[in-house]
Structure formats: structure tokens, C-alpha cells
């Protein structure tokens, strides 16, 4: 058997074995073995560029060689590993390190609640708690939305395929058009408070309004600064809870720890997981105003929601955090990568791409059904890693780790280039 064959029936194992449902393999077919920094390797040798990052859960990049290090320390001196939410000297230190380190220099005063291994325990932990507090059952969520695969997330996520998945209806929430929704030159805030002040809208008084700041997973769409104030006054003016998802938008990957800083906004509920942790060990947050924090002891709980080993390498990643440097580091390259997508665009205007994103969560969104895919694929076996995003598959999204050094950022950026011009090409010849 030569090495192509080895090669599939290596494949063929999942194939076999593992349940349709699978998503990611099937766009990137082939065998990992060993990842370090920004960079990849199969089992053939075959060296990738990593533009995904793990959906945003490694934006200190593959085996952090600092946390790897507090890691292997911990578990030879035979830290405690699970211990539900008792007391462990992990824990201690991460919430003092996350209080000094981020809360504190940021005024920030918020309890911290563990809620379980993955974003979407957080979410829905936020809009239980949103609802117990207010003693109301609606929640607003927006358009092209994304909170999680679990009936609570999925019912405030606006994507029709993952939410047809639930298989039973998804009540009490409704959705309203997220900014520049309905074009740049209509404000939605309008009609959010023409339906929550008219008397004839049909709707109750929510609970909560839950927001990303920059939907991700939706196509790349940013609220503006403007629009998340207003947001944010037409909560407090209402009386309704603001839960802001920072699942995949926070930990830095627009250039701030939280996505909401430039915004100057206070939100009631702050939902963190993915990079979190550091090092892609499971891990979610609920942050939480004091004066809301009205849960029973137990009232909410999870198994694995004290994961300490994702508390020794997540205090770890906060000493990114001490100083500036780190992120206006993220800026720059993100600064690097929006120049090379807007090149891009100009070099092929026919294919009316439009540059999005902010830090280092930028993409490019094509009209051309399809599209996006087919680059994503041509980058995949160019060696380069990048997923889509969007309703429909139409954005070509990049978010590299933030420790990405700018060498394997412009050899990334290469690539990327030289697959368009390659797509191009093609697309001349099959005219």
C-alpha cells in the first residue's frame, strides 16, 4: 500500500465509524498529527498555515509552549483535575489573576460563574438567569445570529438550518434586524423601540436583548459603536437585561479583551468560552452584575464546570493581558491582513467581494454562490487553513491566532493571494 492509499484508509476509519454529523474533516480531508503555533502538519508531513484557529478556541495558538508548561507541572505534581465547583487552588488563582488582570483595570465589577465546558452552557446559563431575574420569559436576539446548538441558544440564533436541527419548536424569543440589517441607511434601533413601545407591535416586554458585537459565524457583520450604545440605553431605559456573546468575539480576537470595550458599554451579562482557556481545554464564563446574581446554590450546575486544568492554563494566557503591547499587536496584523483582503478586491473586481471584519476576524464576502468554498478548498490544498462563514457559506473568513508571528501571517496572506489569482484564472477558462 503506497502513501495516498495509507493515506484514505486512514479516512476511512471516520467514515466508518464516526457519525454523519461531522462537519470540519469533511473541509479539511485529512489526518492532523501535530500542530504547533500557528502552523499544522499531517500525517504525510504536509505543513498548513493556520487561518482558523480552532473556530477562535486557540487564539494563543497550538500548544501555548507557557501553558503547556504550567500543565505538565500541574498534572506530575498531581493537581486536582475535576472537582465540580469546590474550592481549588486553580480556581482561586484564576479568579484573583482574572479580577486584577481584566475586570479591575477596566472598572469592570462583575461575578464570575462557571456554567459548564462550552459557550453555548453559557448562554444558556445567561438567559435563565436573565429570566429569573426579570420574571419575564422573551428574549430579543438579532439576524444572522449565532449562540450556540442547544435549544436555548439555538432559539435566539437566526440561521434556519442549525435551528430546523432542534427538532421541536423554539419558543419565547424573537428576532429583529441587526444593525445595517435592512441597509446603512436605516437604523434598526427604530424599529427595536417602535416594537417595544407600540402597544399594537404584538410583543411583550423581554427579558433580555442578546447581542454579538461582531457576528462571527453569521458573515463577518460589526455593530457599530453608535448602534451599541443605543442598544444599550433602550435596555436600561426599559428595564431589560443586555447579554453581550463574547464566545468567539472575545479574549482578543478584535484587538480588546472584550469586543464591547471601544463601545464604552456595561452589559448585564458577558458570555466567554473558546480561547478562554488558553489552550483549548474546555472552558465557559458567565459574567455577571452582582446585584442580579440571585441564582439558588445548585439552582444551575454542570459536571465539568470546574475543569482545573483549563484554570492553570487560563491564568496563564491572562499574562498576555498586563500591558497594551498585546494588543496593539493584534491591531497591527489585523491592520496587515484587511490591506492584502482589500487588494485582493481591487485585483478582481468582477468578483464584487466585500472586505469585513475587525482585529484579527476579517474575511471577504462574495455574491457568487459558492464561491467561498471553492477558495476555501483551493487555500486548504495550497496548505492553508480557512474556514466560511455566513448563512449561506458566502464569506471566506480568517482568524489566526493572535500570536501569529507576521512571517507566517504574510506566508498565509500569500497563499491566499496567489489562490485567488489561481481561481480567477480558471474561472476565465471555463467561460
Known amino acids: 500500500m503506497n502513501i495516498v492509499e495509507e493515506h484514505k484508509s486512514s479516512l476511512n476509519i471516520f467514515e466508518q465509524h464516526e457519525s454523519e454529523v461531522r462537519s470540519y474533516c469533511r473541509s479539511f480531508p485529512t489526518l492532523f498529527t501535530k500542530a504547533s503555533g500557528s502552523k499544522m502538519w499531517d500525517e504525510a508531513g504536509k505543513e498548513y498555515i493556520d487561518f482558523f484557529a480552532g473556530a477562535g478556541a486557540l487564539n494563543y495558538g497550538h500548544n501555548n509552549p507557557l501553558m503547556k508548561q504550567k500543565l505538565i507541572q500541574y498534572l506530575q505534581n498531581d493537581g486536582v483535575t ?53 420574571g419575564r420569559s422573551n428574549v430579543i436576539g438579532f439576524t444572522n445570529a449565532f449562540h450556540g446548538m442547544t435549544l436555548g441558544s439555538l432559539a435566539v440564533t437566526g440561521n434556519k438550518f442549525k435551528r430546523n436541527g432542534a427538532g421541536v419548536s423554539l419558543n419565547d424569543t424573537t428576532s429583529m434586524p441587526f444593525d445595517g440589517y435592512l441597509g446603512a441607511e436605516i437604523d434598526t434601533l427604530d424599529y427595536l ?20 458585537t461582531l457576528q462571527g459565524e453569521g458573515g463577518i457583520f460589526e455593530a457599530s459603536i453608535p448602534w451599541l450604545r443605543g442598544l444599550e440605553q433602550i435596555c436600561r431605559s426599559n428595564g431589560i437585561m443586555l447579554i453581550v456573546d463574547d464566545v468567539q468575539m472575545g479574549c482578543g480576537r478584535t484587538g480588546t479583551f472584550f469586543s464591547f470595550e471601544q463601545a464604552g458599554i456595561q452589559p448585564d451579562i458577558i458570555c466567554l468560552s473558546k480561547s478562554i ?27 465539568f464546570r470546574g475543569h482545573n486544568l483549563a484554570f ?65 478548498k483551493l487555500a486548504f490544498a495550497s496548505g492553508l487553513i480557512m474556514e466560511t462563514s455566513g448563512t449561506d457559506s458566502e464569506v471566506i473568513k480568517m482568524m489566526p491566532p493572535l500570536t501569529i508571528d ?15 489569482h489561481s481561481m480567477v484564472e480558471q474561472m476565465a477558462l471555463n467561460k
Not at 465540580?84 to 472598572?107: G, H, S, V
Not at 423601540?193 to 454579538?212: M, N, Q, R, T, W
Open 193 to 212: 423601540k417602535s416594537y417595544l413601545d407600540d402597544s399594537g407591535s404584538g410583543g411583550s416586554l423581554p427579558a433580555a436583548i442578546i447581542v454579538e
Open 277 to 303: 482557556s488558553g489552550f483549548g481545554i474546555p472552558m465557559a464564563l458567565t459574567l455577571i452584575r452582582p446585584e442580579i446574581d440571585i441564582w439558588e446554590p445548585g439552582e444551575h450546575n454542570g459536571t
Open 406 to 420: 507576521i512571517a507566517d501571517l504574510r506566508k498565509g496572506l500569500t497563499i491566499f493571494k496567489e489562490c485567488m
Open 82 to 134: 475535576h472537582s465540580l465547583d469546590m474550592a481549588t487552588e486553580a480556581k482561586r488563582q484564576f479568579l484573583l489573576q482574572f479580577n486584577k488582570i481584566i475586570l479591575e483595570p477596566r472598572n469592570m465589577n462583575y461575578k464570575v460563574m462557571f456554567p459548564g465546558p462550552t459557550g453555548t452552557n453559557a448562554v444558556e446559563s445567561a438567559l435563565k438567569l436573565a429570566r429569573k431575574v426579570t
Open 312 to 376: 492553570i492554563t487560563a491564568t496563564q494566557a491572562l499574562e498576555y493581558w498586563k500591558t497594551e503591547d498585546f494588543s496593539n499587536d493584534i491591531l497591527k496584523k489585523g491592520m496587515l491582513v484587511n490591506e492584502a483582503l482589500n487588494e485582493v478586491v481591487r485585483a478582481y473586481p468582477e468578483l464584487e467581494g466585500e472586505v469585513r471584519g475587525k482585529g484579527l476576524m476579517r474575511g471577504i464576502a462574495y455574491k457568487a454562490e459558492g464561491l467561498a468554498n471553492e477558495i476555501s
